[in-house]
T-cell receptor, first 116, second 113 residues
Framework: GNSVTQMEGPVTLSEEAFLTINCTYT??????LFWYVQYPGEGLQLLLK?????DKGSNKGFEATYRKETTSFHLEKGSVQVSDSAVYFC???????????????FGKGMKLTVNP | GAGVSQTPSNKVTEKGKYVELRCDPI?????LYWYRQSLGQGPEFLIY????????DSGLPNDRFFAVRPEGSVSTLKIQRTERGDSAVYLC???????????FGPGTRLTVL
């Protein structure tokens, strides 16, 4: 089946620290990969995505590269800010033959707290 | 513009009762997804609509769960004979055929006592 495994945390960092959140996946086909973020009191938001091997998604200083050979999509940021405190979810989707469903399969999420 | 909205934001019910959760997708989005997020877990897929029809209901856990989208816009997730294990945050997402990015609503937190 399709699944996503990610670092679970929680993780606490100081402002300007380097961040890596590991994510690996198992998929029966060729998935698209995503990082979603959930800020306190808000809904899930797409942070970045990549749809094919070696693609790099980037947004708000975060980056992740689709590595097919290692089935990974690790999230990195060089210098975190207090405003990056949130829960981060790695996810994949596969285009299904069931009516074009692109249901997302999520990891368990990782809570990040950044202290000033 | 308006995002995905869900009502109620919180619902407390007793074991055995029936509940309905509502989702208003972004206007013009033809695809609608329901997910369930238990405490400490990532969201899990329940059902997908393309237009009015449930094109993929493979994530519904059992026949107590049912969802409709009669006019291809608003959707209602219905849970019969609720159990304590149904307690979770129920998320709705919608997407367009063009971008296919799923936009999530704030969720309904269901608590079954």
């Amino acid at each position: 089946g399709n699944s996503v495994t990610q670092m679970e945390g929680p993780v606490t960092l100081s402002e300007e620290a380097f961040l890596t959140i590991n994510c690996t996946y198992t998929a029966t086909g060729y998935p698209s990969l995503f990082w979603y973020v959930q800020y306190p009191g808000e809904g899930l938001q797409l942070l970045l995505k990549a749809t094919k091997a070696d693609d790099k998604g980037s947004n708000k200083g975060f980056e992740a590269t689709y590595r097919k050979e290692t089935t990974s999509f690790h999230l990195e940021k060089g210098s975190v800010q207090v405003s990056d405190s949130a829960v981060y979810f790695c996810a994949l989707s596969l285009l299904s033959d069931q009516g074009g469903s692109e249901k997302l399969v999520f990891g368990k999420g990782m809570k990040l707290t950044v202290n000033p | 513009g308006a995002g995905v909205s869900q009502t109620p934001s919180n619902k407390v019910t007793e074991k055995g009762k029936y509940v309905e959760l509502r989702c208003d997708p972004i206007s013009g989005h033809t695809a609608l997804y329901w997910y369930r997020q238990s405490l400490g877990q990532g969201p899990e897929f329940l059902i997908y609509f393309q237009g009015t029809g449930a094109a993929d209901d493979s994530g519904l856990p059992n026949d107590r769960f049912f969802a409709v989208r009669p006019e291809g816009s608003v959707s209602t997730l219905k849970i019969q004979r609720t159990e304590r294990g149904d307690s979770a945050v129920y998320l709705c997402a919608s997407s367009s055929l063009d971008s296919r990015e799923q936009f999530f609503g704030p969720g309904t937190r269901l608590t079954v006592l």
